[in-house]
């Protein structure tokens, strides 16, 4: 089977992530405004109850179906037989799935409330079983699933704009976002006739899949807990308007978190590469680098978006959602724990076959963040929600960064976070200056002059610093200047 190399996949895998959060940057200030507090909130809650129903109907698939495909995708047979039965085993938990949410809806009378809602989200179940994305992340189609999933996004945003005008059309958006992010695995089940062969199979081996299977279902139930749990107590203990404010603070948590986070995922292979071949000073230059971006990054990154939270919050939602600033001051923290885990589990823990050690803060994030939000929620609401988030978050990077201290704390002593300090006083220096000679009233442009100033101040006094990072930069633009002229 013919397959492209690893830098044209990262750039298609590259691609597909800055896809996920560009389109919802462009749909948030729409969708919040036409829909409203009340209306968001009842989409996200409904959202995150599927995900669990749509968790239990995949079980852990979508991370073991990669890897037992791709270790017989060399074998057409094999791969058909390996296929059939995993889509086999999905589809009866797909079933016992939308029963348990039928069932459901009668008893419980918060579902019931959102029946039409809980129904048209569920589309999702159905739409993973026949898509079988693990399937062609498994014979490594890049480029079909990313050219398929922006097409769809693309699709799914034209249809957002002509068609959801008013707070009722709540319904339509929803269908329109299930259409946006899983429409195309219809495309997935006719596609995948190309790869699989028409052969005949032998008598289905369902058994040797389920000890896997549930081992990493055990892993992607603790992720979801502590990433989906909030949102279902806060929707049952304060009501869908809550919802609607944390679901704009944790976007923009969640835009800035991927757009951090992102060199892990680029960094990962090469990690493993010289960790199998016992190049450990190359290695921990790698590592050093990335740590030292890290913290020059997220920092000044959560600093700036905790000034900016007002006019972030007009700009997104408008002055409905201003309860929402409060939260997202307090959600956006969460980032740093989040972006030095990130070089623990991602960079560290990952590459050195260290996977468990993620399980096991995982779970304890997920215990955590359930006993905080059933203490906090009741008594603070959104921003309730947001603190336990945190302290999850926390949680988790304490126990990553614990089981990666061979590597991590070595790299972490030889940070000079004296200069990173600086750098944001410079900066918030020049922003009190600025707001002292003019103030826009339009959020967007306060935003974007704020941000300029901001990114200078910093630059410039990381330069003045002589910071490694930042007189790389300088020198490679200069370079690329040199070329154009």
Known sequence: METKSIRFNLLMNVILKASAF??????????????????????????????????FSQLGIPTYGIRACARVRESPQKLKQTVTELVTINAIFAAIAYITLAVSIFIVPKF???????MISSARI????????????????????????????????????????????????????????????????????KFISKDKIERLNLRQHMKP?????????AISIYTNMDTVMLGFIKGDVEVGYYNLATKIKDVLVAALT????VLLPR???????????KLKKLLGKSMHFTALTTIPAVLFFNIISREAVLFLGGEQYLPSVACMQIVTLAILPISFANVACTQILAPMGR???????????????????????????ASGAAL??????????????????????????????????????????????????????????????????????????????????????????????????
């Open 271 to 281: 990690l493993s590469f010289y960790y199998s071949t016992g190049e450990s000073h």
């Open 355 to 381: 996977e468990r050690y993620t399980m096991y803060s995982t779970i304890a994030g997920a215990f955590v963040n359930l006993v905080a939000n059933s203490v906090l929620i009741p008594q603070m609401g």
């Open 126 to 193: 159905l739409l993973t079983l026949i898509g079988m994305e693990w399937f062609y992340q498994a014979i490594e189609q890049y480029q079909y699933i990313t050219v398929r999933n922006l097409l769809f996004k693309f699709i799914s945003l034209l249809l957002l704009f002509a068609l959801v005008k008013k707070s009722e059309d709540y319904l339509l958006y929803c269908g329109i976002n299930i259409f946006g992010v899983y429409g195309s695995y219809i495309v997935n089940l006719i596609y995948s006739q």
């Open 388 to 485: 336990g988030t945190v302290i999850a978050e926390i949680t988790v990077a304490i126990i990553q960064i614990y089981y990666a201290r061979d590597f991590y704390l070595p790299l972490l002593r030889k940070k000079d976070f004296g200069k990173i300090a600086i750098g944001c006083f410079a900066a918030i220096a020049a922003l009190g200056l600025l707001n002292q000679v003019i103030s826009p009233d339009v959020a967007i442009v306060k935003i974007a002059v704020e941000f300029g100033v901001f990114c200078i101040a910093y630059a410039a006094a990381l330069l003045l610093l002589k910071d490694s990072i930042a007189i790389n930069v300088l020198d490679n633009i200069r370079h690329r200047l040199e070329k154009l002229k």
């Open 213 to 221: 299977i549930f081992t990493f279902f055990a892993l992607s139930l």
């Open 112 to 118: 019931h409330e959102q029946s039409t809602l809980l």
């Open 22 to 55: 560009i389109f919802p940057l462009i749909t948030l200030p729409y969708v919040a405004r036409v829909l409203g507090v009340e209306n968001n909130g009842k989409i996200s809650f409904a959202t995150s109850v599927i995900s669990y129903f749509s968790l």
């Open 262 to 265: 992102a060199l892990g995922t």
